[in-house]
């Protein structure tokens, strides 16, 4: 069993910086891959990057890309935003898997909680 809880989130205007952490704690060692995904009310949880842990391969959708970083350190998996804009509005969970590193939501089988991201214009 895998515990992941985020934290960092908060309220910022548009064109500033978070940096959101997902504490892992349990059977880590086995964890594959770990993503970052958010979801705006009335909308799909969507991924915006993920990090294959041995490796440290990274995946950014397309909205993240030139914005966001993921990174990992040690048991921690960080996504650095920066330029955030109001559209970039969500709960933002953090999540695991033992398998490959998908990008659907049903692909992760460990969650957190989430933490909630508010940039305002």
């Known amino acids: 069993q895998v515990h992941l809880v985020e934290s960092g989130g908060g309220s910022v205007q548009a064109g500033g910086s978070l940096r959101l952490s997902c504490a892992e704690a349990g059977h880590t060692d086995s964890t594959n891959c770990v993503g970052w995904f958010r979801q705006a009310p009335g909308k799909e949880r969507e991924l915006v990057a993920r990090i294959y842990i041995g490796t440290g391969s990274t995946y950014y959708a397309d909205s993240a890309k030139g914005r966001f970083t993921i990174s990992q350190d040690n048991t921690k998996v960080n996504l650095q935003m920066n330029s955030l804009k109001p559209e970039d509005t969500a709960m933002y969970y953090c999540?695991?898997?033992?398998?490959?590193?998908?990008?659907?939501?049903?692909?992760?089988?460990?969650w957190g909680q989430g933490t909630q991201v508010t940039v305002s214009s």
């Open positions: 999540a695991a898997t033992f398998r490959y590193c998908g990008l659907r939501p049903d692909e992760f089988e460990y």
